[in-house]
């Protein structure tokens, strides 16, 4: 005898699914879309229609946002009244000559540096007037203007390397190479007008310690009257002289990018040559000793003088030549720097 068994639900209850529509028929039309030129409620009369189509074509055209220019980084619907022109090597120089005027250790270099090109020329001047044994032995008196303008390379040395390495030293080069990212310009600009400001102080000085030495002692014994070629040599020559070893001095500081480092390094190189030249002793060191002696820079200072006391080395114009060699050498390896170092 077996046990009836119980009928088993369906493993998958029965999906009511949706009367399929009978094929062939049509489909729902959608309904048409609502005119959006005027809202006209529905039962109003033809002519209230009228009127509300009227007041939406004489109704002013509301503000459309406007596309926002690319490459300006201006917020979306804001026009700045500031016109944007594109920045040139104009506004590098105006910015650098602020800072060069605005800063205290630029007009206490040039002051210091006026006054011992002014001061010790005029000293000497009066010491030359006030001596009864002094023969100029047939020298011009334009050179007594030497002593002064050697002790002013001390205060163009320091100027040079403090136009840009203070910079370094405060953090301002950021903020410089920020709002110009071109970095040969900066530089460019910084040289520029470094080289306009020591020339002209430099002029000025030894022009009027040349117009000094003329009036006081240009009838002394022995002496006899400059040139027009030496008294432009000796005001114009000398202040180029003195604005180029300043330009070296800047190529240095952008180098070094340390104050202390490279003022260090620039006076190293003009007075250590002279110094080392003194303790050469003995034949074999002859030609070196004579070689440090007559390129070194106070030398060359004198030979723009017209006197340097050599007889053989840079004559004429040459010192000039060579100090614009070094200027350009030490700016050329801070241009390549410059790009290559991070701030």
Known sequence: MTTPQQPQAPAHPP???PPAPPQGAVPHAQAPAPQQHAYAAPGAAPAQVQAQQA???????????????????SVPGYVSPIPIQRTHLGHALASEWTKI???????WTLGVMIALVIGI???????AASSDNLDLDGNSTLWLGFFGVLLGTLCIITLGVLVISSEY???????????????????????????????????????????????MVGDMQGAVAATDEEWFKSTVGVSLYMAMLGLFALG???????????????????????????????????DMRKFLIEYSVPIQLAVMYGDSGAESGPSGWEPLWIMTGMAAAALVAAYAMLDKRDV
């Open 15 to 17: 999906q009511h699914q």
């Open 121 to 127: 020329g005029f000293i000497t001047v009066s010491a």
């Open 55 to 73: 007041y939406a074509a004489a109704a002013p055209a509301q503000p459309q946002p406007q596309p926002q220019a690319q490459g300006t980084g």
């Open 252 to 286: 240095v500081g952008a180098l070094i990018r340390h104050s202390a480092g490279a003022i260090t390094s620039v006076i190293g190189v003009v007075l250590l040559p002279l110094v080392m030249a003194l303790f050469m002793q003995g034949a074999s060191l002859e």
């Open 101 to 107: 005027k605005s800063v205290r250790s630029t007009m």
């Open 169 to 215: 030293g405060t953090g301002m080069i950021r903020t410089t190479l920020t709002a110009c990212p071109n970095r040969s310009r900066v530089l460019t600009a910084k040289a520029v007008v470094f080289f306009l400001v020591a020339f002209a102080v430099t002029l000025v000085c030894t022009t009027l310690v040349a117009l000094i030495a003329d009036s």
